[in-house]
């Protein structure tokens, strides 16, 4: 088993409470059915800054990412599998999915 990120990218807030607390119901329905395959279950994103390299730093990150989860799974095969519930697909978004490589320290 291998730790993969889930890149969260687009999707937005929803706009009335309501609205917020049954998109959140959605994200834990779909957690809670990843049944123990959740290592992290992330946050959503605040503002950011990007810094390029020669040392400029500008407002806002020009990936348009807006959380992240790290999830458990077999291969890379069986983590886009679990991503393709993820309730930010149903709000415009899209998710990309990273192997993590341990590092010895």
């Known amino acids: 088993m ?9 999707g937005g807030m929803a706009a009335t409470e309501a609205e917020q607390q049954a998109a959140m119901a959605a994200w834990m329905q779909w957690f ?24 400029s730093v500008n407002d806002g990150g020009g990936s348009r990412l807006t959380g992240y989860s ?3 799974a ?3 095969d069986s983590a ?3 991503a393709k519930k993820c309730p930010i697909l149903g709000n415009g978004g899209s ?8 590092i010895p320290m």
């Not at 123990?36 to 503002?47: C, I, K």
């Not at 998710?95 to 341990?102: H, K, L, N, Q, R």
């Open 32 to 55: 809670g059915g990843l049944a123990g395959a959740v290592v992290d279950p992330g946050t959503p994103f605040g503002p950011s800054k990007s810094v390029g390299t020669n040392g």
């Open 2 to 10: 291998a730790n993969y990120v889930f890149v969260y990218k687009g």
């Open 95 to 102: 998710v990309e999915i990273y192997e993590t490589i341990p």
């Open 70 to 72: 790290v999830i458990k």
């Open 80 to 82: 886009a599998g679990m």
């Open 74 to 76: 077999d291969n890379l």
